[in-house]
């Protein structure tokens, strides 16, 4: 099969971490924690930005069908989700309500939208306070039914097609499915899923990280736990002042995170860069800096892993980004009352063994080609974006644009996504939209080489 994975979605925001009673969340002090069953709050904002039906908005709408409420805060760097709302909304539309909240300037948002039209209602609620209303640590999906109340939430971006016709059809269960710990079972778990008219849907919202949510249970030492994965599907990378835990990774991967290199930068011997899925634990006596956490992670990692690393000047075939006579835009200051530095991206990705024909877990698939990058929103200088890209790449990205400061870089489709498949014309698009020049060269570029200690 075919899949669209997530390339990047990161949303940064400045304070927010800091311990607080009550706590605090995206959009500001959480004082209600409501969940499903609960009568749903008004919606709340400071302008209507689009009007489904034409005439102003009143709360009675929430009790006229139901509804899905999306909170967008950075909208305009996101053109793709509005590309897949605006089909949801074609879907959907006669029978559900589809709102959409952003929070952005409205000299921003508003030219933005004329160039990018977003179906359904849409409100700018620039303080946060529908957020607040429903109790939300973090932007989700809140489903409503006609009733007024609210049907459960979700945590991803946009609303998956079978939890609309669900909550549409009164077919929504708020018991969790058991968490599959392999590929086979978390197939079986889908064609088990797919059998059943009962849609999960959670309850309650997704709340903020904890620092000691998945603090590892050790006594605290300088010595790094290193295990083979307790569950070989889900992982996770976790952190406190304190600890640190990787959860599920290959060895590559883990120093992908400890280093802060690509993965196409990293060589490791071939009996250690396997498929091998290990915990990584650590947990300090006493709170350190990150770069002194990460220096004594990598040395555990190279004691116990009996390896020793390099930096080497290799040549590599890599891609080269040079800049034509068109230059990015500079990019707008942030502002507002929070704070956002957003990435998107997606590419496909095959997700079949090549040998066996077997369904590979996601994160077996192989790494994309600048190619397969669908669409892509991101601000920044151009070294950031060339080290986002690769992260994510089969190769490292070398930038040879010359040019200085901050810019945006938003490369969207040339047409809407058929069956959530991409087009494989990146770079075609990246030299027409953004007048940046993606070659494939060789280069002498700086490699972290780990060679066994007995060699």
């Not at 709102?99 to 977003?118: C, D, G």
């Not at 899923?193 to 603090?215: G, N, Q, T, W």
């Not at 942030?334 to 997700?351: C, E, I, K, P």
Request: charged share 25%; hydrophobic share 35%; aromatic share 8%.
């Amino acid at each position: 099969m075919k899949g669209i994975l997530p390339i990047f979605f990161t949303v940064g925001v400045t304070g927010l971490f800091a311990q607080f009673e009550p706590p605090i969340g995206l959009f500001g002090p959480v004082t209600e924690h409501l969940k499903a069953g609960d009568f749903a709050p008004d919606i709340r904002f400071d302008a209507t930005l689009h009007s489904a039906t034409g005439i102003p908005w009143t709360q009675g709408n929430l009790s006229a069908r139901s509804s899905v409420l999306i909170f967008s805060p950075d909208t305009h760097d996101n053109p793709g989700l509005v590309t897949q709302w605006n089909a949801m909304v074609e879907k959907f539309g006669e029978k559900m309500q589809f709102i959409w909240i952003t929070a952005e300037e409205e000299s921003t948002i508003r030219p933005w939208l004329e160039q990018h039209p977003i179906s359904g209602w849409v409100f700018n609620d620039h303080k946060g306070q529908t957020g607040q209303a429903y109790g939300l640590e973090l932007p989700a999906i809140v489903f409503i039914g006609a009733d007024h109340r609210i049907e459960g939430f979700d945590g991803g971006i946009l609303p998956a097609e079978e939890a609309l016709s669900a909550v549409i059809e009164g077919r929504v269960t708020h018991t969790p499915p058991k968490q599959p710990a392999t590929m086979a079972e978390a197939l079986a778990q889908a064609k088990a899923s797919s059998a059943s008219d009962l849609v999960y849907i959670a309850a309650e919202p997704p709340r903020m990280p904890r620092p000691e949510d998945h603090k590892p249970d050790f006594p605290p030492a300088r010595t790094l736990h290193i295990s083979p994965a307790k569950d070989q599907l889900n992982g996770g990378n976790y952190s406190g002042d304190d600890y640190w835990s990787l959860q599920g990774f290959t060895l590559k991967n883990a120093l992908t995170e400890i280093t802060g290199l690509s993965a196409s930068r990293i060589e490791l011997p071939a009996s250690l860069d396997t498929r091998t899925r290990y915990d990584f634990a650590l947990v300090l006596p006493a709170p350190e800096d990150r770069e002194s956490t990460k220096t004594l992670m990598q040395q555990e990692i190279e004691r116990q892993f009996h390896i020793v690393a390099t930096h080497e000047n290799r040549k590599r075939d890599v891609y080269v980004l040079t800049a034509s006579e068109k230059k990015p835009p500079s990019a707008a200051a942030d502002s507002g009352n929070f704070s956002f530095s957003s990435s998107t991206g997606y590419f496909t990705s095959a997700l079949i063994d090549a040998v066996t024909g077997q369904d590979l877990d996601p994160r077996d698939a192989k790494p994309p080609g600048i190619g397969d990058i669908s669409d892509i929103g991101t601000s920044g200088t151009v070294d950031e974006f060339c080290k986002m890209l690769e992260m994510e790449l089969d190769r490292p990205v070398v930038n040879e644009t010359g040019l200085e400061g901050n810019f945006e870089f938003r490369v969207t489709e040339s047409r809407p996504r058929e069956n959530q498949l991409p087009t494989h014309d990146f770079v075609e698009r990246l030299r027409a939209q953004l007048g940046l020049i993606v070659t494939e060269e060789p280069r002498n570029v700086d490699t972290l080489v780990f060679t066994l200690a007995t060699q």
